[in-house]
């Protein structure tokens, strides 16, 4: 069972630069990537804001918090961030790179831990997080975290799956995605995991989803394909059998159209892992739904800053085999 069509989306940019950006904080460098935001909870002790933003270095040593009392801003940089790398159970040092696996223009990771998916669970009274690291033979895969206070968390060493791992629950299962479009599910949000369907190419990178009823939209990007880089999305029937579950026609949420997003460099095909220029990309998309509005944070320019859009859905009228079904664009302003 499929979706008849492809999921189109109005966007209006929030703002006329990122809101988040290197110069915010010495500490944090100048990679920017992974964007997850809750509303913090009344219950949570001594609130910095009303909104946390967390985010990471490609290949940082801590996960990055940002707070504001307002979605679209001002937002200040929390300078110590959240889960540390050595809380984290993922190794201070890694099995030697092996040169002919290195390909032209490719960041070497380091010890690092990224990609926090975060979740309010008011049953439990507690932030759960969802992180990955690199082991010592440089495989990357995800763990969990907890915290009482969305500041200190505490890791918990068993491995969920793969790495760039978003959460979501339905129907009694607590399901994961990974990369590249991987899912896992549990009856406990802290795993263990079992392994289900892939349903995207091996050229996905970061996804976000957005869980309406009985339809999962997935929002994504892929590397190495035509450039530029760029948010696409795409939705799953969940009322089969997971193993059954297929993926609908592809839309383009929003592709660099503004300097700041990287539309004033030339087009070329993106690589995988981190990158340290600005380039012509979108990459990393996350999903934050309140009040009936949805916003969409994005990694802009390669992984050079934090920008924040208010998507609104817009007429789906394409049939899926009719031209531009698949292609479909969204109006973007």
């Known amino acids: 069972m499929t979706t008849e069509v492809a999921p189109r989306f109005e966007v209006s940019r929030?703002?006329?630069?990122?809101?988040l950006v290197p110069s915010m904080d010495e500490r944090m460098g100048a990679n920017l990537a992974g964007p997850s935001l809750?509303?913090?909870?009344?219950?949570?002790?001594d609130r910095l804001g009303e909104y946390y933003l967390y985010f990471a270095h490609h290949n940082g040593t801590y996960i990055r918090l940002a707070?504001?009392?307002?979605?679209?801003?001002?937002?200040?940089?929390?300078?110590?961030?959240a889960l540390q790398h050595t809380e984290s159970h993922f190794p201070d040092e890694l099995d030697p790179q092996d040169p002919a696996k290195v390909r032209p223009g490719y960041v070497v990771s380091t010890p690092h831990i990224a990609s926090p998916d975060v979740h309010v669970d008011e049953e439990r009274r507690e932030i759960r997080m969802y992180f990955h690291g690199i082991n010592r033979d440089r495989t990357q895969v995800t763990r969990a975290a907890t915290s009482k206070d969305g500041v200190h968390f505490t890791a918990y060493e068993p491995v969920l799956g793969r790495s760039y791992?978003?959460?979501?629950?339905?129907?009694?299962?607590y399901y994961g995605q990974a990369m590249p479009g991987i899912f896992y599910r549990s009856r406990d949000p802290l795993g263990p995991f079992e392994e289900g369907p892939t349903l995207f190419s091996s050229n996905m990178r970061h996804s976000a989803l957005l869980l309406e009823g009985d339809t999962l939209t997935v929002f994504y990007t892929n590397v190495g394909e035509e450039p530029p880089e760029k948010i696409l999305a795409t939705t799953i029937d969940l009322r089969p059998d997971w193993?059954?579950?297929?993926?609908?026609?592809?839309?383009?949420?929003?592709?660099?159209?503004?300097?700041?997003?990287?539309?004033?460099?030339?087009?070329?095909?993106?690589?995988r892992g981190e990158i340290s220029d600005r380039a012509r990309q979108l990459r990393d998309p996350a999903i934050y739904a309140e009040d009936g509005r949805l916003f969409l944070l994005y990694a802009?320019?390669?992984?050079?800053?934090?920008a924040l859009a208010e998507l609104k859905r817009a007429d789906q009228d394409v049939a899926p085999n009719?031209?531009?079904a698949g292609a479909e664009g969204s109006r973007a302003t």
């Open 14 to 19: 929030i703002g006329d630069a990122p809101i």
């Open 38 to 45: 809750i509303r913090a909870p009344e219950w949570l002790p």
């Open 67 to 81: 707070v504001a009392d307002a979605i679209e801003g001002p937002w200040r940089i929390h300078t110590p961030g």
């Open 165 to 173: 791992f978003r959460g979501f629950e339905y129907g009694g299962w």
């Open 243 to 271: 193993m059954e579950w297929q993926t609908g026609p592809v839309s383009t949420v929003l592709e660099p159209e503004r300097d700041y997003e990287g539309a004033d460099l030339p087009l070329v095909t993106s690589i």
């Open 300 to 306: 802009v320019a390669g992984e050079s800053g934090i």
């Open 322 to 324: 009719s031209p531009g």
